[in-house]
């Protein structure tokens, strides 16, 4: 590329200076023939006035070809030509050599009018002297020759330069544009090759152009990418755990119950009871929250009171905030939205459970109107979240600055699945930090 980039920049610049070569001597000659124009009808008008005033010199053939010769010596010209007009129509004498006039121009000459023109190299102009019979044309003829001299070489010298100018500017701009592009190519190699720690160097903070835009978008894919291998690991990670501890609990009971060797066998049915129901909850959220993220279930919509749901689901955990000696809050808006009553109350028991999970003492979920946009808020009053960790807590699992640090108890699903239902009734969710000091996890869904 470095190479095709060079050669471009550099034909650009002989390609305009042959142009700017060939216009300058088109427009030289234009200017040569012009002035050659004018001198000969300059020259014909001082003839003509000249023979006028003495026409003697002409009335005698036998001089007539010296007193030519000697004009076209004096004024320096290519040649001098002289036409009797005789009444009839007819043409007597020499035209200059490479020299023809038309009808028209004939006509024109007649009348006593002048005539000018150009029939290749040479320029040649007319006028008539004496009246009725005696009606001569003189005819003057030259060569426009460009007179440019030394000037050639040194437009050829300066065009050199300009050239081996243009050379070594294009090979710096193309080495300029090409390396960042070349070491984009190589992290890119390298992140396709599996090698997610592949930066290309970051760009200047004022640069805006779009090579930088484009090494920040790689090093930005790339540390997405990187992010995400990280929160796959840690999921399966996580779901392995999640999966083997309820296992083994129930293998060591099961086996304690077949060898006889339990001593309270309610007790370890109960708990082999209480984990498989565990497994089977980790079991649905993976199923839901796949199905959510492949768009492989359906909303029953309908218009329904927001209020009326989100007061109906805080009353549900009731109980338990009362065990966990948390004051649990509702203030709710009478307000209608158009969604799916079932997947908006696991949402808010989601955001509430979370909720309570995290709170020291107090809980309180709030329904505002604003906008044409219900917005459904839960705070808490515990440790909060940091705030680079805010923009990610509603990713399934999510790990702190690309390190496997559990975010979460249980499945750790519940925030992932809110975001798919939200997103799915057409909302938006977010996260903040709390008035309350903890943390504020909301959604927003247009009013009905």
Known sequence: M???????????????????????????????????????????????TALEANPGPFQEDAERPRLLGLI????????????????????????????????????TLRGGGTVSGREGRLVYAAA??????????????????????????????????????GAVVASRLARTLTGPLQQAEAAGRAIAGGDLSARVPEPPAGATDEVAALARSLNEMAATLQRSRGLEQQFLLSVSHDLRTPLTSIQGY????????????????EVILGEARR?????RDLLQLARLEGGGFELAL?????????????????????????????????????????????????????????ARSRVQVSVEVGEGRCRVQVDDDGSGIDADDLP??????????????????????????V?????????????????????????ELPCA
């Open 128 to 165: 008539t002297v004496g009246e009725g019979e005696n009606l001569t044309a003189i005819v003057l003829s030259d060569r426009t020759d460009i007179a440019l001299g030394g000037s050639v070489v040194w437009f050829l010298v300066a065009a050199g330069l300009v050239v081996a100018i």
């Open 302 to 358: 309908a218009d329904l009171e927001l209020h009326e749901l989100v007061a109906a689901c805080a009353d549900g955990f009731g109980p338990e905030a009362q065990a966990a000696s948390v004051e649990l809050d509702v203030r709710a808006a009478p307000t209608i939205v158009h969604a799916d009553a079932d997947r908006l109350a696991q949402v808010v028991a989601n955001l509430i459970d979370n909720a309570l999970k995290h």
């Open 72 to 107: 076209r010596l004096a004024l320096r010209l290519e040649g001098v030509g002289l036409l009797a007009l005789e009444p009839d129509g007819s043409v007597r004498g020499e035209l200059p050599p490479g020299i023809s006039l038309d009808g028209t121009e004939l006509t």
């Open 392 to 417: 990610h807590v509603f990713e399934r699992l999510y790990v702190a600055r690309l390190q496997p640090v559990r975010r979460e108890v249980g499945s750790g699903l519940g925030l992932a699945i």
């Open 254 to 269: 099961a086996e304690a119950l077949t060898d006889g060797t339990a001593t309270d066998p309610a007790r370890a049915g």
């Open 279 to 283: 497994l089977d909850r980790l079991v």
């Open 2 to 48: 470095r190479r095709r980039l060079t050669i471009a920049i550099v034909g650009s610049v002989v390609a305009a200076l042959v142009l700017a070569g060939l216009g300058t001597l088109a427009l030289a000659e234009l200017g040569a023939r012009r002035y050659t124009e004018g001198e000969l009808q300059r020259q014909l008008t001082a003839i003509t």
């Open 419 to 443: 975001r798919e239902l939200v997103h799915a009734l057409g909302g938006q969710v977010g996260a903040e930090a709390s008035p309350l000091g903890g943390a504020r996890l909301w959604f």
